[in-house]
């Protein structure tokens, strides 16, 4: 039996389950996690309660873990274990105290490095229900849910693609604090998320770890608040979440809520959740947990994407070049206008959208094509992603190999946010200055410009804008319906009233200058000089 971290990291009968494995055939292996706080003394108890069914099985282990407790417990525990013969137990001593939250991630760090399919947490105190754990257990083989909640549902109340798999059961009448707290909270979740959970706060909780090693769960709280956070996480990631009813019978477990504090914070952070959601605000808990963060928005009549089309269909042009086509949503309606399309991005669209697809690192290679050669050059939502933008568009006004006509130069359509912004100037007053995930401070920008330094960097580049046309807030993508629409249209109209506070982009219309290369190579050469006089390196017309 293993008894202190020393002993855990030479060699645990949990390290050797992974060499056990195979044996296994492929059996899914569960770790169950006991978080023992302050209630170690109540450890023997909790282990006699366990299904007799559970225990020396090998797709089955039990990892104790003593959050620096100064009692005998887990020694007691140990001894039980020895005399009663169980031997896929593990017992640790965390040295110091991790918090709730802390200790958690002990727990789940275990079991992605110890090659477990799933854990499931178990709190050693009166709460706890390990009588329910083959009910865990069956829920999770049967559904392969990647999170399993434990409650007691009194109704068919269950997040999308949740089900309960156990009769409801009454529920004890909790402290007037607890009650009020929990029904409100849970009630603003289930909004803001989109969940139909009947609680968030139970202790019962399993979660695959496949699931855990998408998700940056180590960055979380050390409290309370892991437990919120772990969901949110969760949502945000599309997982696939399950309820358990538990009997109350089963088990006291009613609410894992204490005091303002932490409702508090469950406040915040689910607030916090929603404005990533939208944009507003970057969370490193909550980045990148989503794989496709672009969606079509060329049906949004506000949207700089449908702007785009809009000018696209008055050039009626034959060949265009989409620079950073992403999944290839502006790329697919072009071509529904029979025009050739071809797409340069760092990875290929999920789509068949486009004509030719060229994979190239804007940033660090030279663009694969002549951009002078197409009628049309898409730039939407690429120059603030570029370290340089001024020596990429130098490079794409100079250089072009073959130039058929002086006069006609292609068009390029160029979007790029506004940092000048109402709200981005109302949160600099206030001292805020906060990345999102998307948006005007998308965390991956590099480049920002207001109507006149995109201007100014158009012209000392090379390029003659016709047009600049402001591009309001797309409500519509963020909020949708009617209430989406109407937001939209207002932020139009204001964008179109007072463009360098309102609009939320710019979109501008421009065609590069001949540059001296262009200039030299369409030359008329009058006299030819003798060939034994050095001549310069560029194409030149027969002589008149």
Known sequence: MTNNVDDWNAGSSWQAGRQQTAALQGEERLLVYVLAHKFESRLCELFERVPRTLLNRRDVHFLVADDASDDSGPFRLARWLSDSEVHNVTIIQIGSSQGDGGSQKLGYRAA???????????????????ELLPTFIDAWRQSHAEVILGARVTSSVAPTAAKSTAPASGRPRLPFFQRLSS????????????????SYFTG????????LQNVPFETNSNEALFDTEILLQAAYAGARVEEVSIPAAATREVCRLHGWRQVWGIVTRTLQFKLHQMGMLCSLKLRRLTPDRYFDKTALPYSSHRMALQV???ARPQLLLDIGCGPGHVAERCRELGIRVTGIDLHEPKTHSLTQFIAADLESEPLPVDVWKYDVVLLLDVIEHLADPEKFLLAQRHGYRAQPSLGNSPLFVISTPNIAFIAIRLNLLLGRFNYAERGILDITHKRLFTR??????????????ERCQPVGVPFEAVIGGKWGRCLGATANWLAR????????????????????????????????????????????????
Do not use: K
């Open 183 to 198: 029904r409100f909270l849970t009630s603003l979740q289930n909004a803001l998320i989109g969940w139909r959970l009947s």
């Open 312 to 314: 696209v269909e008055r």
């Open 497 to 544: 009233l007072l463009p360098t506070l309102f609009a939320f982009q710019f979109m501008v219309e421009c065609r590069p200058h001949p540059g001296a290369r262009q200039l030299l190579a369409s030359a008329v050469r009058v006299r030819a000089a003798p060939e034994s006089t050095p001549l310069p390196v560029f194409s030149l017309d027969d002589e008149t």
């Open 112 to 130: 992605i490095d110890g090659g477990f399919d799933g854990v499931l947490l178990l709190h050693a105190d009166e709460q706890s229900a390990p």
């Open 204 to 211: 019962l909780r399993f979660y695959s770890t496949s699931f």
């Open 452 to 465: 006149r330094s995109l201007l100014r960097l158009l012209g000392e580049c090379g390029y003659q804008v």
